[in-house]
């Protein structure tokens, strides 16, 4: 029987955001909805959208951190995360995030511009919103 | 022969080409280390991807993609990564001439160029090649979604089947002496030789195909973003052992030209002495 925790890393194209070998449970933000992994998971590949990724360690500490969008794998007892961007929840910019929301919102307003801006800025709203909420979640 | 008045001004200039080129040595000798941990932090992220890649062509290998599709090569895309500033030694020339010599048998109708670094611009925009898209190379901080129009407008090119394959010139950053131009096809894709069997079942979400769909490009910008620190890693690299060179050249400049001065200086004073003792004995 596999042990009870197993091996989890997340990277990002800048670094290595967590390398942890003694992790007991994820759950990561899929495309098609939260997924939750414990050790022994079969192997899996899913994509990641912009979302909350909740790290429970063996020691049964906690971790979140917010994500926006990537992949995950798991294989033999080891679950990768590719992420476009990863922050540990108390270590997230709330003021950045904060100006993001509010360009974002500015720019929906202005509408009639072309439809991938609107798309563009969408996103980013998205993205923006899920980092004060993951921010608040953790801090307050 | 130069007079004293003339070789004691080359000195003068000689000195303060020497401080511009010690104080860029220093420049680049930082951004270098900055770089450096760039391109290396940029590594796990680019190896991990490999490696999914890998398990997921094993796992699906009968999945169809644009990115993957292999075309008889007629037409092809070549993205060259220079800098936007000289002063670097050979580094932008060695690129340059590691393209050329790539695309040295290829009618120049067939090829699209893809320019990154002001230089490479410089280099190409007077010869007969289409330049498809152009992208200056900031000297430090470069990010991920500085790459992205570029990374799109070359899946556009290939996917769009302008182009039948994809390569890349660009310097590989081996030690801050060391520089290696080298040439790398990017597409179409191709899945890893599959000598093992498929390693067990995977789970897909979304399905296999939609999965692909959504890692092939984000592989390919992978590619081109590790490409790039790594050529400014060697940028920077070039450019402080260029420095480190011209510096100590104008440190020898310097010695020879004092030599000269002083021998000039004697020759002034002896001749001077001759002429007053001849003076004094033409009197007696």
């Known amino acids: ?32 909805g939260y997924l939750g992994v414990l050790a022994g998971h079969a192997p899996l590949l899913a994509e990641l959208k912009v979302g909350q990724i909740d790290i429970r360690r063996e020691d049964n500490s906690e971790l979140a951190m917010a994500t926006s969008g990537g992949f995950i794998e798991v294989s033999e007892n080891k679950a990768i995360i590719l992420a476009d961007t990863a922050e540990i929840a108390l270590e997230i910019d709330v003021s950045r995030a904060e ?11 202005r509408r009639g511009e072309a439809e991938t801006d609107a798309a563009r800025a969408d996103a980013a709203l998205t993205r923006a919103l899920n980092r004060l909420h993951v921010a608040e979640h953790a801090q307050g | 022969m130069a007079s004293i008045r003339d070789i004691r001004q080359r000195i003068k200039v000689v000195r303060n080409i020497q401080k511009i080129t010690n104080a860029m040595k220093m420049v680049a000798a930082a951004r270098l280390k900055k770089a450096q941990d760039r391109a290396m932090a940029a590594r796990p992220y680019a190896d991990t991807m490999g490696q999914v890649m890998e398990n997921l062509s094993r796992a699906a290998a009968s999945v169809d993609h644009p990115l993957l599709r ?22 932008n020339s060695n690129v340059m001439r590691a393209t050329v010599r790539f695309l040295r048998d290829r009618d120049p109708d067939t090829v699209r160029l893809v320019l990154l670094g002001r230089k490479a611009l410089d280099f190409f925009r007077r010869r007969r090649y289409s330049i498809a898209e152009t992208l200056s190379v900031p000297t430090s901080n470069v990010t991920f979604a500085d790459i992205r129009p570029v990374a799109a407008k070359v899946r556009d090119l290939f996917e769009s089947a302008e182009v039948d394959a994809v390569y890349l010139v660009y310097s590989q950053f081996v030690t801050a002496m060391t520089q290696r131009p080298t040439v790398l096809k990017l597409l179409p894709i191709e899945p890893a030789a599959d000598e093992l069997a498929p390693s067990g079942e995977f789970i897909f979400e979304p399905g296999a195909e939609q999965l692909f769909g959504a890692l092939l490009p984000r592989y390919v910008d992978t590619q081109i973003y590790r490409a790039l620190v790594e050529a400014v890693a060697s940028e920077h690299g070039a450019r402080m052992t260029a420095m480190a060179a011209a510096t100590t050249n104008a440190a020898d400049m310097i010695d020879s030209l004092s030599l000269t001065y002083n021998k000039a200086r004697q020759a002034a004073i002896t001749k001077e002495i001759t002429e007053i003792v001849s003076a004094a004995e033409a009197l007696v």
């Open chain 1, 1 to 32: 029987m596999p042990g009870k925790t197993f091996h989890l890393e997340i990277v990002t194209p800048d670094r290595v955001v967590l390398s942890d070998d003694r992790v007991a449970s994820v759950i990561v933000p899929g495309s098609q």
């Open chain 2, 70 to 91: 292999v075309r008889p090569e007629e037409n092809i895309g070549v993205i060259v990564i220079g800098a936007d500033r000289g002063l670097a030694g050979s580094y």
């Open chain 1, 99 to 109: 100006d993001a929301k509010t360009r974002a919102e500015d720019r929906l307003r």
